[in-house]
């Protein structure tokens, strides 16, 4: 299993950013994803979570309205859209699989493969 995160950088508060992972596993569309950041000094932060057929979707509760979490089965990639970006989103972000459910996982401890991360940098 990998998972291969990109799309992140450096940008500017106020921009918009998509953030992609391309997946590596069989039988991806059997498969919950997810993305979660980590900010320097601070824990693992879940910020959104996608179901199998990408239906349904949750978000960090201080995040929903600026994120958007989608997927493309065909493709084995999800993608993660961050508008109007803020200093506070600065963090590595990571991609995550987790095994087939109903609905979404939103915990860390659901998830059983992680990728690498991408960073991304919000400067004012």
């Known amino acids: 299993v990998q998972l291969q995160a990109s799309g992140g950088g450096l940008v500017q508060a106020g921009d918009s950013l998509v953030l992609s992972c391309a997946a590596s596993i069989p039988a991806f569309s059997n498969h919950v994803m997810g993305w979660f950041r980590q900010a320097p000094g601070k824990e693992r932060e879940f910020v959104a979570g996608i179901s199998r057929g990408g239906g349904s979707q949750s978000y960090g509760d201080s995040l929903k309205g600026r994120f958007s979490a989608s997927r493309d089965n065909a493709k084995n990639t999800i993608y993660l859209q961050i508008s109007n970006l803020k200093r506070e989103d600065t963090a590595v972000y990571y991609c995550?699989?987790?095994?087939?459910?109903?609905?979404?996982?939103?915990?860390?401890?659901?998830?059983?493969?992680w990728g690498q991360g991408t960073q991304v940098t919000v400067s004012s």
């Open positions: 995550a699989a987790g095994p087939a459910r109903f609905g979404v996982a939103r915990t860390a401890a659901e998830y059983t493969s």
